[in-house]
């Protein structure tokens, strides 16, 4: 019914999405931790294909509720392939809630503003963008292929479209050395961007990846709990968000926390002290729980 190549990734808040590979890889392909993709090569589906896909789907179950546009990079494809695809969706299934779909930075480089509001206007209107880190340094270890400023300059530009973003940092990632750096910095780039979701992940390295070459070679921290723990206390602190949807229950993490920012706040934090003044009596998620 649906032509899927290769391995499927989508967030997990898509659970309950209809995922409709629009195009194939990312376009990016070169974070050093992400193997996701590093088995295809990027290209877009012809819209024809799709076009079919999505009436065999209309004829074995009816409209979704909501579609998640994949591979990992599927905003850098033409704007007139991606209004062309979503007009063909709001034609199938007119009740149609959400498309959503991830977003490099590379690719809010090439769309501009005027393109993702009318994107938004026929549907796509939720953004997932990994910012991983604020922090230079970090960022050209992770090979985002953006410093900070470029980060938050492309993710404005959705935010002025009236795309709303969800942010993924990824705690550990500038190992013991720059901890603290990272989660400053990291906290300035979400402070500026003002995302409608935030959510932390853990480094983690993957087989086929230079992440998992340098881990390899020794050349990797691996923080502990209570130092992620740490690293995640001084970046909740220095958030200033207005509204913005926190998450911690990846899989990756060693500790599943919620709330909304900034009402939520005092009451993370407080937990995330109870924590680091006794670590012997927090259960942490086990490691046979974790994963990616």
Not at 36 to 49: A, G, I, N, S, T
Not at 70 to 80: H, M, P, Y
Not at 242 to 268: E, M, Y
Request: glycine letters at 8%; a neutral charge; charged letters at 25%.
């Amino acid at each position: 019914m649906l032509k899927y190549e290769g391995t499927l990734y989508r967030p997990p808040s898509e659970a309950d999405s209809l995922i409709l590979q629009a195009t194939i890889g990312c376009s990016w392909n070169r974070c050093s931790f992400c193997a996701m993709y590093r088995d295809k090569k990027f290209r877009v589906r012809p819209l024809e294909e799709l076009k079919a896909e999505i009436a065999r789907v209309d004829d074995a179950f009816g409209a979704p509720a909501k579609v998640f546009l994949a591979d990992g990079d599927a905003l850098i494809a033409k704007a007139s392939f991606l209004e062309a695809l979503l007009d063909h969706l709001r034609a199938t299934w007119p009740s149609l809630r959400r498309v959503s779909c991830y977003a490099s930075p590379q690719a809010l480089q090439v769309r501009s503003v005027d393109e993702m509001a009318r994107l938004k206007n026929k549907g796509l209107g939720l953004y997932y963008l990994g910012i991983e880190s604020g922090d230079d340094e970090v960022l050209q270890q992770l090979d985002k292929g953006v410093d900070g400023a470029e980060m938050t300059r492309v993710a404005l530009k959705a935010q002025e479209a009236g795309v709303k973003l969800s942010t993924m940092i990824l705690l550990g990632a500038g190992g013991r050395a720059r901890s603290r750096e990272h989660a400053l910095a990291s906290a300035a780039v979400v402070n500026a961007i003002q995302p409608r979701f935030v959510s932390t992940l853990v480094m983690t390295p993957v087989e086929g990846t230079p992440l998992a070459e340098q881990d390899a070679r020794g050349e990797m921290d691996h923080l502990d709990p209570i130092e992620l723990a740490a690293e995640l206390r001084v970046f909740l602190g220095a958030l200033d968000c207005r509204g913005t949807i926190f998450r911690s229950n990846h899989a990756s993490n060693w500790l599943a926390l919620a709330g909304t920012l900034p009402k939520d706040q005092p009451a993370l934090l407080a937990g995330l002290d109870r924590v680091l003044a006794s670590p012997e009596a927090v259960q942490f998620r086990p490691a046979w729980a974790r994963g990616l």
